[in-house]
């Protein structure tokens, strides 16, 4: 599939964003602080911005609110409508903590169950697709919500460092975390590194009679769907980019989490910091590998 650079920055910021407003809506952090503060301005600033930029894949951005009236059968409906619904108890909350002082438990909590269900609504869009046999797996929703949680997570434990409460905890659970991310995601490739269902055979049917060959391609020029469906990468450098990946997003960060742990909160504010950046650098490259190793079985056909 082609890898929209809008996609991967609507799923990697939206990720984050859910995974920061769910653990701040735990009132772990302490209001007062002017860090917990800023992480609930950061959280729905990530979430405004990946939403917004999920509308430039779209042909006609003006026409968006459309696919909000078809939740009862559109992941892509069900997503918006609960990004516009988890928005309330997340800013009711976070404008009682920057202008209160107040943790709104009841909305904090509520937010949390929410960014989780818009999280699993997001991987369901591409987890629905029976087509794409890389992303229809029960392990693409698994690593979407535990991807999230964790860059959530390991976020909060910076802000905690920062003077706003438990961190140490905090980096112990992001931890934790980025390895059952990161090993949900190691499942996900190994299955998509196996043989595909769909092949020529199987999408003709003809498979019981030899194999299939294409005797001339369906078209002659360039269409949408070689465009859309039709990204190809070559394995040698998918391995290298997943590396850089699992590099940035798991090695890098479980390092500095790690190390933190030993320095006293000033010093693991810091590494706490780099470990973010690092993790959404690696989620980044992870998620242009999504798209662009996925194959559509339409493919078969050219």
């Known amino acids: 599939m082609h890898p929209a650079l809008s996609l991967i920055f609507f799923t990697t910021a939206s990720g984050l964003g859910y995974g920061l407003a769910g653990v701040l809506g735990l009132g772990l ?7 917990t503060k800023i992480a609930h301005v950061l959280a729905l600033v990530l979430i405004g911005a990946g939403l ?15 696919a909000l009236s078809q939740w009862r059968s559109s992941w892509l409906s069900r997503e918006g409508v609960m990004a516009l619904a988890t928005f309330v108890p997340l800013a009711l909350n976070a404008g009682a903590v920057v202008f209160l002082d107040w943790h709104i438990v009841w909305a904090g909590w509520l937010g949390t169950v929410m960014a989780a269900v818009t999280v699993y609504c997001t991987a369901m869009i591409y987890a629905s697709i029976k087509a794409i046999d890389a992303w229809h797996t029960k392990l693409t929703p698994a690593s979407y919500l535990l991807f999230s949680a964790a860059g959530g997570t ?17 980096a112990v659970a992001g931890i934790l975390l980025l390895a059952a991310a990161w090993a949900a995601k190691l499942a996900w490739r190994n299955r998509l590194s196996r043989r595909p269902r769909s092949t020529p055979e199987t999408a ?7 194999k299939v060959r294409l005797f001339e391609p369906p078209h002659t020029n360039d269409n949408y769907l ?19 990946a699992f590099g940035a997003g798991l090695l890098v960060p479980l390092v500095l989490a790690v190390v933190a742990l030993l320095l006293p909160a000033g010093g693991a504010t810091v590494l706490l910091g780099l470990a973010v950046l690092a993790y959404g650098a690696g989620v980044l490259v992870e998620r242009w590998l999504f798209f662009a190793e996925a194959r559509h079985s339409v493919m078969n056909y050219y």
Request: glycine share 10%; charged share 15%; proline share 5%.
């Open 154 to 170: 390991l976020a909060a434990s910076f802000f905690a460092a920062a003077g706003a409460g438990p961190w140490a905890a905090l």
């Open 29 to 35: 952090l302490d209001p007062l602080s002017w860090a």
């Open 204 to 210: 003709t049917g003809l498979g019981a009679i030899g």
């Open 52 to 66: 917004i930029s999920s509308t430039l894949h779209l042909g006609n951005p003006q026409r968006a609110w459309r």
């Open 226 to 244: 070689t465009r859309e469906m039709g990204f190809r990468i070559a394995r040698k450098h998918a391995s290298k980019l997943f590396r850089i």
